[in-house]
């Protein structure tokens, strides 16, 4: 189906929204409680917009689509109401974005930008809530900075369902908890990282990236995880030639952009001093260096050699649950096509 954007035209599926059509052609709209992972909310107000042929402002987050439909995202209304949001937002915590971890990625800072607003005209009561919570090895929650979007209450709750975060308080006093007001390090929190990724401001963020890098200081390389052999899909964020945050990348299948806490913080063993950085062949009882060339061909002749002079079933083979699935895969097929052998497992087997 079609309808019209700012005059534009903009080609949509059925069941999409709004906000959806827009990004899908191009056109941002300020959002900030909307995720694709965690879906419609209509909580922040933000992405209001006027349809022609309706009453009043639309919530563009969970307006479906309808074809011929006439949208303006940039009326004065719109514009109006968007800042009144943003304003009352900044209002209530403590948005300083020169030295928040999020600065360059923050949601509410792209909004506030793009309304052209440079501090908050509305002043509410402090709201201390101590230094954060620093209680947790990998993920930190500063309650100061959160906006009550509820995106990191419904990736916990649905997406990963460890059902660990959720809303405490009422009004502008509304804070988000773990289990029943614990630290999060005394909580059942597995610390997967879910909640610092979904989250659009500096409020739950990665303890292992704070002070590492500002986020137009870092490019993007994508992965595998090595850990298992789901073959879950990582952004690496490099600064230079190093690891600063790992990511799930959110379009890569299978994970989606979700993580367990090894995929997403248990990277620092590719710097260890003792990792074997290259291949070694021991000759008289002392190792020395070879190239990938040189002991893949004395791996093949020591294969060989056994299953001439012993038979096939002289070799067997482990498969490790750390290798991709294709990996293991052609593991096989190289023990039983090669070598004719079924003598082949896997470690998760056993």
Same mark, same amino acid.
């Given at each position: 189906?079609?309808?019209?954007?700012?005059?534009?035209? /903009?080609?949509?599926?059925?069941?999409?929204?709004?906000?959806?059509?827009?990004?899908?052609?191009?056109?941002?709209?300020?959002?900030?409680?909307?995720?694709?992972?965690?879906?419609?909310?209509?909580?922040?107000?933000?992405?209001?917009?006027?349809?022609?042929?309706?009453?009043?402002?639309?919530?563009?987050?969970?307006?479906?689509?309808?074809?011929?439909?006439?949208? &303006?995202?940039?009326?004065?209304?719109?514009?109006?109401?968007?800042?009144?949001?943003?304003?009352?937002? !900044?209002?209530?915590?403590?948005?300083?974005?020169?030295?928040?971890?999020? +600065?360059?990625?923050?949601?509410?800072?792209?909004?506030?930008?793009?309304?052209?607003?440079?501090?908050?005209?509305?002043?509410?009561?402090?709201?201390?809530?101590?230094?954060?919570?620093?209680?947790?090895?990998?993920?930190?929650?500063?309650?100061? &900075?959160?906006?009550?979007?509820?995106?990191?209450?419904?990736?916990? =709750?649905?997406?990963?369902?460890?059902?660990?975060?959720?809303?405490?308080?009422?009004?502008?006093?509304?804070?988000?908890?773990?289990?029943?007001?614990?630290?999060?390090?005394?909580?059942?929190?597995?610390?997967?990282?879910?909640?610092?990724?979904?989250?659009?401001?500096?409020?739950?963020?990665?303890?292992?990236?704070?002070?590492?890098?500002?986020?137009?200081?870092?490019?993007?390389?994508?992965?595998?995880?090595?850990?298992?052999?789901?073959?879950?899909?990582?952004?690496?964020?490099?600064?230079?030639?190093? /690891?600063?945050?790992?990511?799930?990348?959110?379009?890569?299948?299978?994970? &989606?952009?979700?993580?367990?806490?090894?995929?997403?913080?248990?990277?620092?063993?590719?710097?260890?001093?003792?990792?074997?950085?290259?291949?070694?062949?021991?000759? +008289?009882?002392?190792?020395?260096?070879?190239?990938?060339?040189?002991? /893949? +061909?004395?791996?093949?002749?020591?294969?060989?050699?056994?299953?001439?002079?012993?038979?096939?079933?002289?070799?067997?083979?482990?498969?490790?649950?750390?290798?991709?699935?294709?990996?293991?895969? =052609?593991?096989?097929? !190289?023990?039983?096509?090669?070598?004719?052998?079924? =003598?082949?497992?896997?470690?998760?087997?056993?």
């Amino acid at each position: 189906m079609k309808l019209i954007i700012n005059g534009k035209e /903009i080609v949509a599926q059925p069941g999409m929204t709004v906000l959806e059509a827009a990004k899908a052609g191009g056109i941002y709209i300020p959002s900030l409680c909307y995720h694709p992972r965690t879906g419609q909310a209509g909580k922040c107000r933000v992405c209001v917009v006027e349809v022609e042929g309706m009453r009043g402002l639309q919530v563009s987050c969970n307006l479906k689509v309808q074809d011929g439909m006439s949208v &303006k995202t940039k009326t004065p209304q719109v514009l109006a109401a968007q800042k009144l949001v943003v304003d009352l937002l !900044l209002a209530t915590g403590k948005h300083d974005c020169i030295a928040c971890e999020s +600065n360059g990625k923050c949601e509410l800072q792209d909004a506030a930008y793009y309304l052209g607003i440079e501090r908050a005209p509305f002043k509410y009561d402090d709201i201390h809530y101590a230094e954060g919570d620093k209680s947790a090895p990998f993920v930190r929650l500063d309650k100061d &900075k959160c906006i009550s979007c509820g995106r990191c209450v419904v990736a916990c =709750n649905n997406q990963v369902v460890n059902e660990v975060l959720d809303f405490a308080q009422r009004g502008y006093r509304t804070e988000i908890v773990c289990d029943d007001d614990k630290p999060m390090g005394d909580s059942s929190c597995v610390q997967c990282g879910e909640c610092s990724q979904v989250c659009p401001v500096g409020a739950i963020v990665d303890v292992k990236s704070v002070g590492k890098a500002r986020s137009w200081e870092t490019k993007v390389v994508r992965t595998t995880c090595p850990y298992c052999g789901v073959g879950c899909q990582l952004d690496l964020h490099m600064k230079g030639d190093q /690891i600063v945050q790992v990511t799930g990348t959110e379009e890569g299948s299978p994970n &989606k952009g979700k993580l367990c806490v090894k995929g997403r913080y248990g990277y620092d063993f590719i710097y260890a001093e003792d990792r074997l950085t290259h291949p070694l062949i021991k000759e +008289n009882g002392e190792f020395r260096k070879a190239s990938w060339d040189e002991a /893949i +061909n004395l791996v093949a002749s020591k294969f060989k050699e056994a299953i001439d002079k012993y038979g096939p079933d002289s070799v067997a083979g482990v498969s490790c649950a750390r290798s991709i699935n294709e990996d293991s895969y =052609n593991m096989q097929k !190289l023990f039983r096509g090669v070598f004719k052998t079924n =003598n082949i497992d896997h470690c998760a087997r056993t």
